[in-house]
């Protein structure tokens, strides 16, 4: 008797297209993903059950294309899988559903308040989050839960995910040199995971602080070294 696998016959990461083709129009539709994948990546250095993608084609029917967030997070999946990494995200071969999608919205507006955020609630991400940095009278910042199959809004700066074990919040900030406001996630006592950079900010004043305590003692530190 054959042993049929239906999966054998789908496409694989390998065959599909990496994108859409789309160049994004506002860099930070690449900046504010990138935060957050960066402050992950410090905030969970032993973990390998995660994976952050940006700007990468989410395959969840061979016979249409990607959807395609800004970022996105998903839990219980390999963090990567060699040196090459992902090209893509298929669902028949992750198994794992993402659990938050993440929409940037430019002076173009993509359909990230309407078609977009209908398509997500229909492939049933657990949250939706837009950040519109635009907006003046609106909240730029909104966070959606998926309930029986609609989204539901939830107030406040930061808003907690349970699922996840983190807050994501906005406030402003220091990237790359540039002073904005920026997304970042939150612990349970609402403090800001810091940057990578902050991280090394940080080791540093506490190196100088060490030096500056040895030197009171009479010990030279870089004779330690």
Request: charged share 25%; hydrophobic share 35%; glycine share 6%.
């Amino acid at each position: 008797m054959l042993n049929y696998d239906p999966l054998a016959c789908l496409p694989s990461s390998e065959e599909l297209p990496d994108s859409d083709d789309t160049p994004v129009d506002n860099e930070l539709q690449d900046l504010i993903p990138g935060l957050l994948k960066a402050i992950l990546a410090m905030a969970w250095p032993e973990r390998m059950d995660w994976f952050f993608g940006i700007d990468m084609g989410i395959y969840y029917d061979p016979d249409l294309p990607p959807i395609v967030p800004d970022g996105f997070l998903s839990l219980g999946v390999e963090r990567f899988y060699d040196e090459n990494l992902r090209p893509s995200y298929v669902l028949w071969e992750e198994k794992k559903l993402p659990i938050l999608a993440l929409e940037v919205v430019s002076q173009t507006y993509r359909g990230e308040y309407s078609t977009k955020k209908a398509e997500y609630a229909r492939l049933g991400f657990l949250y939706y989050v837009v950040y519109n940095p635009f907006r003046r009278r609106k909240p730029r910042l909104e966070v959606y839960k998926l309930v029986n199959n609609t989204y539901e809004l939830h107030d406040g700066n930061p808003v907690w995910l349970p699922e996840i074990g983190l807050g994501i919040g906005m406030e402003r900030g220091t990237y790359l040199g540039i002073p904005r406001e920026w997304l970042y996630w939150y612990d349970r006592q609402w403090q800001r995971l810091l940057t990578p950079q902050e991280q090394a900010q940080q080791a540093e004043r506490r190196a100088q602080l060490l030096a500056e305590r040895l030197r009171s003692l009479g010990i030279d530190p870089d004779s330690l070294t």
